[in-house]
């Protein structure tokens, strides 16, 4: 099993331009989530979905869309990328069948000028 | 709200010298308790969790952590440090019943000196 992957590992975007950063995971686990991470900061949930077709907001959802059309796939969109959303992205996913252990993957690093 | 605190955002220890690193939780229910442990320019991985049960918890890598609820803490401890044990190590909490969300503290990074 690849376990949860993210691509790209780096991009870099110019102000107002706009992405999806790509995550996808293979262990047919329900609950999936975007996390940012910045220095200092620890991870703070953007977006989560506990399953295809239901996401919701976490704790900085602004500037940021999701959608959830497969078990296996949750991509982020950021429209109009700002100097804000220069961070690390990490997605998670897991099962609920044991309970709350989240598996990450590698990040993707942006930085947007 | 439940929050994480975790005090010292930069710990130093001697190569085979104690590893403790601290995380306090504030809320009104013991939550489910987690540390996760991140090495350089990767994701995180689970070191070990608490949900019920014995309050001590081992982990991977010699880890093991003790959920005192009077003093609303889950300390991590390692008896021997070795240098592979550079990293950077978050406490995370999730509220029993929750959609299985993490709140997670704002890390320590454990540097290992030889």
């Known amino acids: 099993n690849a376990g949860v992957t993210q691509t790209p590992k780096f991009r870099i975007l110019k102000i107002g331009q706009s992405m999806t950063l790509q995550c996808t995971q293979d262990?047919?686990?329900?609950?999936m989530y975007w996390y940012r991470q910045d220095p200092g900061m620890g991870l703070k949930l953007i977006y989560y979905s506990v399953g295809a077709g239901i996401t919701d907001k976490g704790e900085v959802p602004n500037g940021y869309n999701v959608s959830r059309s497969t078990t296996e796939d949750f991509p982020l969109r950021l429209e109009l990328a700002a100097p804000s959303q220069t961070s690390v992205y990490f997605c998670a996913s897991t099962s609920g069948s044991v309970i709350y252990e989240q598996y990450f993957g590698p990040g993707t690093r942006l930085t947007v000028t | 709200a439940q929050s994480v605190t975790q005090l010292g955002s930069h710990v130093s220890v001697s190569e085979g010298a104690l590893v403790l690193l601290r995380c306090n939780y504030s809320?009104?229910?013991?939550?489910?308790l987690f540390w996760y442990v991140q090495y350089p320019n990767q994701g995180l991985q689970l070191l070990l969790k608490y949900t019920t049960g014995a309050t001590l918890v081992k982990g991977i890598n010699g880890f093991e952590a003790e959920f005192k609820k009077s003093e609303t803490s889950f300390h991590l401890t390692k008896p021997s440090a070795h240098m592979s044990d550079a990293a950077e190590y978050f406490c995370?909490?999730?509220?029993?019943?929750?959609?299985?969300?993490?709140?997670f503290g704002s890390g320590t990074q454990l540097t290992v000196l030889p």
């Open positions: 809320s009104s229910v013991p939550p489910y």
């Open positions: 995370a909490v999730s509220p029993r019943g929750s959609a299985r969300q993490l709140t």
């Open positions: 262990m047919n686990h329900n609950y």
